[in-house]
């Protein structure tokens, strides 16, 4: 069991719900995106994020729209949808849920 | 002094160092390859693409650098590879590689010894090549099959050009591990062996697919492919018989041996039979037409069913065009061929001899046949309509059967009308057609006896010709159909309607109202009297 995996694992579980409260209120570029989940050291490599932002499009939790750049290529920017939102706070229930419990674990173990 | 490339990426032209686009296109291909060729994949990798056009106009900060090959260590570096996606995602699949890859039937260039048939046969069914060559070169030797069946496999079975290829041979996986190693090992281009990874991509999606999919899905692919196989089996052997036995009957008939046999015990062959129906070169094109248009398909048939057993690729649209095409161009031949032969029937003629004869009065006149002097020949044991051919010392002798009918005579005569008949390309030729027809029968005073066979004539080919003869009798005679006539006797009326072959070994009388079958009494009677 590599300690590396099992980081990956977790960090794989609560990245989504990341990429969701980093879009919320405003929409956002890609490259925006990545800045703020890499600061907060929740993804190494940029490459990752494009699969999920995908898969979450398609899923209807996030809807993009091209906006023209002066320098460079046309971007996506994203933003939530209804969907997302309802989705979003969905995980911030379970998120704050999972915080408690293993709070109350740590804690009955002090 | 390096060289440069223009690419474009997301819409936006960077002049690129050779080392850096080589490496450029290896790390994008991965990338193909591992999202896959779907829609979504290729969003994503447009995605990324994207991105990577904003990081190298970051670099070049407005001024029109040229890309370099650490530019690109550094782009790759902030993207991350498949393989970091998978440590990140904590992938819970196996890694690519420990699956066992599905084998493709390819020829081994490598470890060829003429077309790398049999090394990729070897390959495909994990034994030693040389045991494979040693089966081929046994059924070369007892019938010639090894032959044909390299041939067949050799110009159908693709060579395994790409390194993908080659993995692919061999049972390897294809993935961007396996394919470094192996363009590391043959040291080949590695251009090539990247390239049609991303070509491959779509073939992977779908094994990830079946992998995913549920064990009622396994079952189904594995009955589907169980049926495919077993098309791919039958079509192998019915293509493979068919062209042997096809190629033995038609083109070496045809082609290098001439005296080859109709039957076994026969003195014919086909080719000159053939002739005996229609010109020379007819028979030279219409079995060289006719070659094509049964081969081809046959050869089309071991072709699929080769490639639904051994599921080998091949994109040998070219071959397959032009089979289609000669298919089509030897249809055409063939039909000009059969018009221009069709033309030689395009007229007839007939000529009408008539004879009167005197027979013994009072008396019942009997109707036989010679014996059949062409009985003993061996002869073409075709089902030919009132036609056949025999040999009589080594030559064939064109024979028709006459067809007899008896009317009533409209006068007190007794006559023998033999009409000629046969067709041709003019009516003068078919003219000459009824000159060369020979025919004869005997009249005594109370017999008639006729040939079973007329002749076609020395040198004639076969144009429909006809001999009829009608027997004209007066009211009151009376005829006896003996049994031999039956080969010859057709469509008499009679009063009574009996069919012809129930009409011999009775006697008839001409009535007023038509041919009347004498009742066994009056026979009897008869006999008593004489």
């Not at chain 2, 390096?2 to 450029?24: C, M, P, Q, R, V």
């Not at chain 2, 144009?463 to 004209?472: A, F, Y």
């Not at chain 2, 080969?487 to 007023?512: C, E, F, L």
Request: glycine share 8%; with cysteine; hydrophobic share 40%.
């Amino acid at each position: 069991m590599k300690i590396e995996n099992t980081k990956a694992q977790m960090r794989k579980g609560v990245l989504e719900y990341c990429i969701l409260l980093v879009l919320d209120g405003k929409p956002l570029y890609a490259s925006d995106i990545i800045q703020e989940l890499k600061e907060a050291k929740m993804i190494v490599v940029e490459g990752t994020l494009y699969p999920l932002l995908t898969r979450l499009k398609n899923d209807g939790l996030l809807t993009y729209k091209w906006e023209e750049s002066t320098q460079g290529p046309p971007r996506k920017y994203y933003a939530l949808t209804e969907e997302g939102k309802a989705f979003l706070n969905e995980l911030h229930e379970s998120w704050l849920e999972l915080v408690e419990a293993v709070a109350k674990i740590k804690n009955h173990q002090a | 002094m390096k060289k440069t490339f223009t690419i474009n990426i997301s819409g936006t032209i960077f002049h690129i160092e050779e080392d850096a686009y080589e490496k450029l296109q290896v790390y994008l291909n991965k990338l193909k390859n591992h999202f896959g060729s779907e829609p979504e994949g290729r969003e994503i990798v447009a995605d990324i693409e994207n991105r990577i056009c904003e990081l190298f106009l970051d670099k070049s900060k407005g001024e029109n650098k040229v890309v370099v090959i650490e530019w690109v260590d550094e782009v790759i570096a902030i993207m991350g590879t498949p393989e970091d996606f998978i440590e990140q995602e904590g992938n819970e699949e196996p890694l690519p590689g420990s699956v066992k890859g599905k084998r493709r039937l390819y020829r081994d260039a490598d470890n060829k010894v003429i077309g790398g048939v049999c090394s990729g046969l070897g390959a495909y069914f994990n034994i030693d090549p040389v045991v494979v060559r040693i089966l081929f070169v046994v059924l070369l030797l007892i019938n010639g099959i090894g032959l044909i069946a390299y041939l067949v496999l050799w110009i159908a079975v693709p060579k395994a050009v790409t390194t993908a290829q080659r993995l692919e041979m061999r049972g390897k996986e294809i993935n961007i591990s396996n394919i470094e190693r192996s363009v590391r090992d043959e040291g080949t281009d590695e251009k090539r062996g990247v390239q049609s990874v991303a070509d491959s991509a779509g073939a992977k999606g779908r094994e990830k697919a079946a992998r995913e999919g549920g064990t009622g899905y396994d079952l189904l692919k594995g009955l589907v492919k169980a049926t495919v196989i077993a098309i791919g089996i039958f079509l192998i052997l019915f293509g493979f018989m068919g062209l042997l036995g096809f190629i033995s009957s038609l083109v070496i008939g045809q082609t290098f041996l001439s005296d080859w046999p109709l039957a076994i015990d026969s003195d014919f062959h086909l080719y000159g039979t053939l002739t005996q129906f229609v010109s020379q070169s007819t028979v030279t094109w219409g079995l060289i037409c006719v070659g094509f248009l049964i081969g081809i398909p046959l050869l089309a048939m071991l072709y699929v069913g080769t490639k639904l057993v051994f599921g080998y690729k091949s994109n040998n649209a070219a071959i397959g065009l032009g089979m289609v095409g000669v298919w089509l161009l030897a249809l055409v031949v063939l039909l000009v061929v059969g018009t221009r032969e069709i033309s030689n029937f395009r007229d007839n003629s007939s000529l009408s001899t008539s004879e009167t004869i005197y027979p013994a009065a009072g008396k019942t006149m009997k109707i036989s046949l010679t014996e059949d002097k062409y009985n003993g020949y061996k002869d073409l044991d075709w089902d030919l309509d009132r036609f056949k051919v025999v040999s009589v010392d080594g030559r064939n002798i064109l024979l028709g059967k006459p067809r007899l009918d008896i009317e009533k005579s409209s006068t007190h005569d007794c006559v023998v009308v033999v009409k000629k008949q046969s067709r041709g390309k003019s009516r003068d030729e078919a003219n000459n057609r009824i000159q060369n027809i020979v025919y004869h029968y005997q009249v005594t005073d109370s017999t008639l006896v006729f040939d079973p066979w007329f002749q076609l004539g020395s040198n004639e080919s076969w144009k429909n010709q006809k001999v009829d003869i009608t027997l004209k009798i007066p009211e009151g005679m009376s005829v006896y159909l003996d049994e031999s006539v039956d080969r010859i006797i057709y469509g008499i009326a009679n009063v009574s309607n009996t069919w012809d072959h129930d009409m011999i070994g009775k006697t008839w009388v001409m009535q007023p109202e038509g041919l009347t079958m004498k009742d066994s009494l009056d026979v009897r009677r008869d006999f008593l009297q004489q």
